[in-house]
């Protein structure tokens, strides 16, 4: 049984930071591509930031890049998001998925985690 579980979400004030961790267990990690996703209320879903099974290569969307960063430890699991430099409009849960290239374009996502909220007051 695959499970996705995201944790590090959390109430920051703007400007400041967080970083996001995701384990997932029951499938091989370092075969997957891995990324992480976000959704505001009253807004479609947003592929924030991916990246390739090997760690080689990254995607971030453009309302993130220069602040978040994604990375990935494929020895001992964890994928993680740092977010710097956090703004109101990041206000969303966070998604944690697994699956295969292109998924930040939301096609390819084999699994899900259930969330994490995280708050940017202003």
């Known amino acids: 049984q695959v499970q996705v579980v995201e944790s590090g979400g959390g109430l920051v004030q703007a400007g400041g930071s967080l970083r996001l961790s995701c384990t997932a267990s029951?499938?091989?990690?370092?075969?997957?591509?891995m990324g992480w996703f976000r959704q505001a209320p009253g807004k479609e879903r947003e592929g924030v930031s991916c990246?390739?099974?090997?760690?080689?290569?990254?995607y971030y969307a453009d309302s993130v890049k220069g602040r978040f960063t994604i990375s990935r430890d494929n020895v001992k699991n964890p994928l993680y998001l740092q977010m710097n430099s956090l703004k109101p409009e990041d206000t969303a849960i966070y998604y944690c998925a697994a699956g295969t290239f292109p998924m930040c374009s939301g096609t390819g996502i084999h699994y899900r985690g259930k969330g994490t909220q995280v708050t940017i007051s202003s």
């Open positions: 029951g499938l091989s990690f370092a075969g997957y591509d």
């Open positions: 990246i390739r099974w090997s760690g080689s290569r990254t």
